[in-house]
């Protein structure tokens, strides 16, 4: 399985601190994906970086792709109270064309940001 | 615009039961996508289907079916529903392929007892 995996399993930090999550795969992917959950909700996309990229961002998102070690960092900047939810990395890969659109999903980070 | 909903929100069936869960979007996307969430496990993809009239299995399939008869809706079955079952279902939508972001309901609850 090439899933993504998130570190930390949790992150609790105060209000205007940056929190910083981070995913690791196994295999070579065509792009990786950021999504943000909030509790009892469905998930929502947050950013899209493809393979050939190193960092995209958007507002106080800023993603970093590093693919000679299999990895990516999802950091936000200023944090505020409404942050809080769970990030999930999802990473896509092309097996020959038959991927269709498939994404493989991490276990996610759970972000707490006190008021 | 809706985007993509899910009906029911919250189901509890009796192990041996049938029934159907409804996904539907308005955004003329040719992706759907089935998922479930467990504890612990991230989502893990069930079916999907790449346009009206077509699907195919994705990494959890057993113990369910799915129809696309219209473009809009992405239907997902379950036959002879079982306690592993139970999970938190979430439909999804792309326009595109893996090039594209997607779109998710917020998901349907369900209890198999």
């Known amino acids: 399985s090439q899933q993504g995996e998130e570190d930390p399993q949790a992150l609790s930090i105060q209000e205007g601190e940056n929190a910083t999550m981070n995913c690791s795969y196994k295999?070579?992917?065509?792009?990786l994906q950021w999504y943000r959950q909030n509790s009892g909700r469905g998930l929502v996309h947050l950013i899209l970086i493809r393979s050939n990229e190193r960092e995209k961002h958007s507002g106080r998102l800023r993603v970093t792709l590093d693919t000679s070690k299999k990895s990516s960092s999802l950091l936000i900047t200023a944090s505020r109270a409404a942050d809080t939810a769970s990030y999930f990395c999802a990473t896509a890969f092309n097996a020959g064309g038959t991927s269709y659109g498939k994404l493989t999903f991490g276990q996610g980070t759970i972000l707490t940001v006190h008021p | 615009n809706a985007g993509v909903t899910q009906t029911p929100k919250f189901r509890v069936l009796k192990t041996g039961q049938s029934m159907t869960l409804l996904c539907a979007q308005d955004?003329?996307?040719?992706?759907m996508y089935w998922y479930r969430q467990d504890p612990g496990m991230g989502l893990r993809l069930i079916h999907y289907s790449v346009g009206e009239g077509t699907t195919a299995k994705g990494e959890v399939p057993d113990g369910y079916n799915v129809s696309r008869l219209k473009k809009q809706n992405f239907l997902l079955g379950l036959e002879s529903a079982a306690p592993s079952q139970t999970s938190v279902y979430f439909c999804?939508?792309?326009?595109?392929?893996?090039?594209?972001?997607?779109?998710f309901g917020d998901g349907t609850r369900l209890s198999i007892l």
């Open positions: 955004m003329n996307h040719e992706y």
């Open positions: 295999t070579s992917i065509n792009n």
């Open positions: 999804a939508s792309s326009y595109g392929g893996f090039n594209q972001p997607q779109h």
